[in-house]
């Protein structure tokens, strides 16, 4: 049985829907806590109701990036994870801390990474003019944005798109995306060759569509 730490700073709507098929596909895997660097995000009261232990390590109590990490990493390693998931969890992390958890801990971003690394993924698509955008879930590396592909998922971007319905249609992709790729992981079904993510016994992708 895999421990999941996940680690929120919003809505947690991809907490949600890797908590979701966890529990209802019954993986080898339990979410051992939900922790989230803002008191006021509201995926802590999902995580709540369901039984799940939360914490809150506020980073605005923090006078340094460093202090910050070191709290937050003691209270993730309170919980023993084989799997850090970074859900929505919008802070820039320190090398230190991406290194203690290399290989295992993920993030979903909303573009098709490499394009449109950093903020407002959609509007950068928009203004691009890109026919197709998406969401990606990678491994975390200390360059941000970027480290080993997992998997994908691709939307089409439709003539009088705003970002409001760009995003819409991006984030039903990543609730599916995210619970395929973290299933994967702690599935054992990953694993990193020269920088690269081999994905063993693909047929699983089948699932996500
Ligand atoms: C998601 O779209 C996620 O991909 C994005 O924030 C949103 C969080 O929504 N993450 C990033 O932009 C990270 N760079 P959620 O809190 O409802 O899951």
Redesign the pocket.
């Known amino acids: 049985m895999k421990n999941i730490v996940i680690l ?10 890797v908590v979701r098929a966890a529990q209802a596909e019954g993986w080898p895997a339990r979410i051992a806590a939900v922790i989230s660097n803002r008191p006021d ?3 802590l009261a999902f995580a709540q109701a369901r039984g799940i232990p939360t914490a809150v390590v506020p980073s605005k109590s923090f006078s340094s990036r460093e202090a910050f990490d070191a709290a937050l990493q003691q209270e993730i390693d309170r919980h023993a994870p084989d799997l850090v998931v ?5 802070r820039i992390l320190t090398a230190g801390f991406v290194e203690h958890y290399a290989g295992r801990m993920l ?4 573009s098709l990474l490499p394009a449109f ?3 407002a ?1 959609h509007r950068q698509a928009l203004e691009g003019g890109v026919l197709e955008h998406g ?1 990606t879930v990678h491994f975390v590396t200390a360059e ?2 970027h480290g080993p592909v997992v998997a994908q998922a691709r939307v089409p971007v439709l003539p009088g798109d705003t970002e409001d319905t760009l ?1 819409a249609r ?2 039903a992709e ?1 609730h599916k995306l ?1 619970p395929y790729a973290v299933r994967l992981f702690v599935e054992d079904r990953l694993s990193i060759e020269h920088g690269d993510v081999r994905v063993l016994d693909p047929q699983l992708a089948d699932t996500i569509s």
């Open positions: 929120i700073s919003g809505r947690g709507s991809n907490m949600e829907a995000a509201a995926g970074l859900a929505g969890f919008m993030n979903i971003h909303p690394p950093g903020l993924t969401a941000l944005d995003a991006v984030l990543e995210y």
